[in-house]
Nanobody
Framework: QVQLVESGGGSVEAGGSLNLSCVASREVYGLNSMGWFRQAPGKEREWVASLYTGGGTPYYADSVKGRFTISRDIAKNTLYLEMKGLKPEDTAMYYC???????????????????WGQGTQVTVSS
């Protein structure tokens, strides 16, 4: 059974930084894609960043490009999201996900084909 456990959320002022982590179970090895999503109250879940577990150039949403960095430590079974220059509009629950498929939202729009963590809250004050 795939299990994903996020951590690292918190409250920061605008311009601050946070580093999120997602520890994955060994079953994730059978899936080729992992990523970070976020959902603000009253809004749909938004694709933030994703990568192929086998390597290659990650994907970033335009809203976070240049500020967020996604990475993975295979030895630690951990996915990371380094967030800098945080803005109030980045406030949301952040979720880690793993799936078999594309890392590009246009090719993989669905949510039901993904395994999800429980989320970690990020709050950015102005």
């Amino acid at each position: 059974q795939v299990q994903l456990v996020e951590s690292g959320g918190g409250s920061v002022e605008a311009g601050g930084s946070l580093n999120l982590s997602c520890v994955a179970s060994r079953e994730v090895y059978g899936l080729n894609s992992m990523g970070w999503f976020r959902q603000a109250p009253g809004k749909e879940r938004e694709w933030v960043a994703s990568l192929y577990t086998g390597g290659g150039t990650p994907y970033y949403a335009d809203s976070v490009k240049g500020r967020f960095t996604i990475s993975r430590d295979i030895a630690k079974n951990t996915l990371y999201l380094e967030m800098k220059g945080l803005k109030p509009e980045d406030t949301a629950m952040y979720y880690c996900a793993a799936w078999e498929g594309s890392i590009y939202p246009a090719r993989e729009p669905g949510l039901n084909n993904k395994y999800w963590g429980q989320g970690t809250q990020v709050t950015v004050s102005s």
